[in-house]
């Protein structure tokens, strides 16, 4: 073997070993997404869906009349019975009507393509919904603490902001959940909402994208996907839920 061939298969063992050490955890996270997630999630779904992680539930999330007091925020579960969302009333917050925005996740992922703009439902349609788990690393945030200024942890009623406490994420509500500061990676994800005006009932029916953060390795899918049902750690406040912050 000359200098040349062997130069070259030095190159071609060491580039082997290198990726070696990567294969398990693609092959891993693969089969568990595409194979054990949909199996698990669907027992875990707050109502029945046919299409596993293609689709979401419809689900009665409350009534307006559920929503009769002073405070804007009322906590729910969806699409599993483990993930918090929040519904925010934004006539309530801010003397916010006829709410709409872009939707930041629009053309991104195939669950939103109907959704270009997202607008708020109900009699004022001022009502939204969003995850309540910050984007970053999926710390819970406290959607039902009302604080005097954004930069308090908490939901800022002058300005929409959302900060959460963990790494100092900001997000913007009424302009759809984007992020204004902070080491968030994109948007807080939007709920889909329907609305029934003949019982004033609130529908969930989707997401405008994936509850989970980038910025944890995905070495165990687990470790970053909200839809995974083994997740722990997150609750949902009972309602009414606001609190008075700083």
């Given amino acids: 073997m000359n200098r040349r061939d062997f130069l070259r298969l030095t190159l071609v063992v060491g580039g082997a070993l290198s990726i070696v050490p990567l294969v398990k955890p693609v092959f891993d996270y693969m089969g568990f997404y595409y194979e054990e997630l949909p199996s698990l999630s669907s027992k875990y779904y707050v109502a029945s869906n046919k299409q596993g992680l293609e689709g979401f539930p419809k689900f009665k999330v409350a009534n307006v009349s559920d929503l009769s007091g002073s405070c ?6 969806y699409p599993l019975t483990n993930e918090p969302c929040f519904l925010v009333d934004f006539s309530k917050l801010n003397n916010e009507k006829d709410v709409s925005f872009d939707n930041p996740y629009y053309g991104k992922f195939r669950i939103n393509q109907s959704f270009k703009e997202i607008s708020g439902v109900g009699p004022n349609n001022s009502i939204c919904a969003f995850s309540d788990v910050c984007v970053h690393l999926g710390c819970q945030l406290p959607a039902q603490v009302l604080t005097s200024s954004p930069s308090n942890p908490g939901l800022n009623p002058s300005t929409s902001i959302l900060h959460c406490p963990c790494h100092g ?14 080491p968030a990676p994109r948007p807080l994800p939007a709920v889909i909402l329907e609305y029934d005006d003949s019982t004033g009932d609130i529908y969930a029916v989707g997401t405008n994208a994936p509850y989970f953060s980038e910025a944890v390795p995905r070495i165990n899918p687990s470790s970053n996907l909200l839809y995974d049902p083994r997740y722990n750690g997150y609750s949902v406040p009972s309602n009414p839920a606001c609190i008075k912050g700083g």
């Fill in 72 to 77: 804007p925020v009322y906590f729910f579960a």
């Fill in 169 to 182: 994420s900001m997000y913007k509500l009424d302009e759809g959940g984007l992020v204004v500061g902070g």
